[in-house]
């Protein structure tokens, strides 16, 4: 979860490469059906960290929509997509945490064959999208921050699939806990970054300052 991975980094001239639009199209679709996959999956296994693998790939997909939205909008309106995105990491954040705690006063100890046969599949899920990205990940800031945001949700899964290990052995929910709880975190931090940064871009954006031709004509 980098700074720049829910869209806070921006870039003057938006990517137009009619390929690279297919990618997010197929990178959209891969992360909705993941989301609906883990939440079942999460739901079923009684699993806090791949319910927030499951929020995570949701983000995501939301954030390969919007891309492909703001293309070719004006920096402004991407850096207010942004502060969007910020806010809805945050409650993703606000949620894993409150979805961890509840699990542990309530003791329970997630299916952990369920927890590395669905984390499996999210990694690969997510390694063939970052396949897909790696061709634009020299690109400009929005392009290399969709990439990054790729890679580093394969390192989420990866932490699933250690949780997973750790659960079978300890029989223990601790260590599912234990990474959501991580993830929880990761998203509150990296949503306080995207925020900041937006404000920052709107703030500093000139588009922001001019009220518009027709107030101009009226104060005149």
């Not at 806990?177 to 929880?184: K, N, P, Q």
């Not at 900041?196 to 518009?212: S, Y």
Request: hydrophobic content about 55%; charged content about 15%; proline content about 4%.
């Amino acid at each position: 979860m980098a700074d720049c991975c829910s869209g806070g980094c921006s870039s003057d001239k938006p990517p137009v490469d009619p390929r690279y639009r297919r990618v997010l199209w197929i990178a959209l679709f891969v992360n909705a059906l993941m989301f609906g996959v883990e939440l079942a999956g999460g739901w079923a296994a009684g699993s806090v960290s791949l319910l927030a693998d499951a929020v995570d790939f949701f983000g995501d997909a939301a954030n390969y929509g919007i891309s492909l939205f703001v293309l070719g909008l004006a920096p402004i309106w991407r850096s207010r997509t942004a502060l969007v995105k910020g806010a809805t990491m945050g409650a993703y954040g606000v949620f894993v945490i409150g979805s961890a705690l509840t699990h542990l006063a309530s003791g329970t100890v997630p299916a952990a064959q369920t927890m590395g046969a669905i984390g499996v599949a999210a990694l690969l899920a997510n390694g063939l999208v970052a396949a897909l990205l790696f061709a634009f990940r020299k690109g400009d800031a929005n392009m290399r921050s969709v990439w990054l945001c790729t890679r580093n949700d394969m390192i989420g899964n990866l932490a699933v699939l250690l949780a997973a290990l750790g659960v079978w052995q300890a029989e223990s929910g601790l260590p599912d806990l234990f990474v959501a709880s991580v993830m929880g975190v990761l998203g509150l931090t990296a949503a306080r970054s995207v925020i900041v940064q937006a404000r920052a871009e709107m703030d500093a954006n000139p588009e922001k300052a001019h009220p518009g031709p027709i107030v101009e004509l009226h104060r005149r």
